[in-house]
């Protein structure tokens, strides 16, 4: 299953995120890791959670973060969740790539037993039909 906080700066998609990860940590069945871009949740997130810097893994597109993803799940099958904080930073402003990662990560969490929720920081009236099924 895959869920999609989608909103304009400063309307608290983070704050959502954090929420979501406490929520999710507290009572976990297996393991919880967040993927920002820099370094700025370190001391939001629990000890629980494995945070993960996309930066220091130049993961700079879609592809990129297809390939880590699928990489971490390949090192360790006890991923319940995924976090994945503010996917433009990430991967481009590409509303389109944006899209189709989402529509792979719905088919990705469903074949792997897995929730992965993302940020994307854009105006949720402008998501298209197929990305608005996940908000």
């Keep these: 299953m895959i869920?999609?906080?989608?909103?304009?700066?400063?309307s608290g998609k983070t704050k959502k995120l954090?929420?979501?990860?406490?929520a999710v940590s507290d009572d976990a069945h297996g393991d919880v890791v967040c993927i920002e871009y820099g370094r700025k949740l370190t001391y939001d997130v629990s000890y629980?959670?494995?945070l993960v810097d996309s930066k220091e893994?130049?993961?700079?597109?879609?592809?990129?973060?297809?390939?880590?993803l699928s990489g971490l799940h390949a090192g360790n099958f006890d991923i319940t969740n995924v976090f994945i904080d503010n996917l433009y930073k990430t991967i481009g402003n590409d509303r389109a790539a944006?899209?189709?990662?989402?529509?792979w990560c719905a088919k990705f969490a469903a074949?792997?037993?897995?929730?992965?929720?993302?940020?994307?920081?854009?105006?949720?009236?402008?998501?298209?039909?197929?990305?608005?099924k996940y908000l």
């Design 111 to 132: 074949d792997n037993s897995m929730e992965i929720t993302v940020t994307i920081s854009d105006d949720p009236a402008a998501a298209s039909e197929k990305l608005k």
């Design 48 to 50: 629980k959670v494995r």
């Design 3 to 10: 869920h999609v906080i989608m909103g304009l700066k400063g």
């Design 57 to 68: 893994y130049a993961i700079s597109n879609p592809d990129m973060l297809k390939g880590f």
């Design 98 to 103: 944006a899209e189709e990662f989402v529509e």
């Design 18 to 22: 954090l929420d979501a990860i406490k």
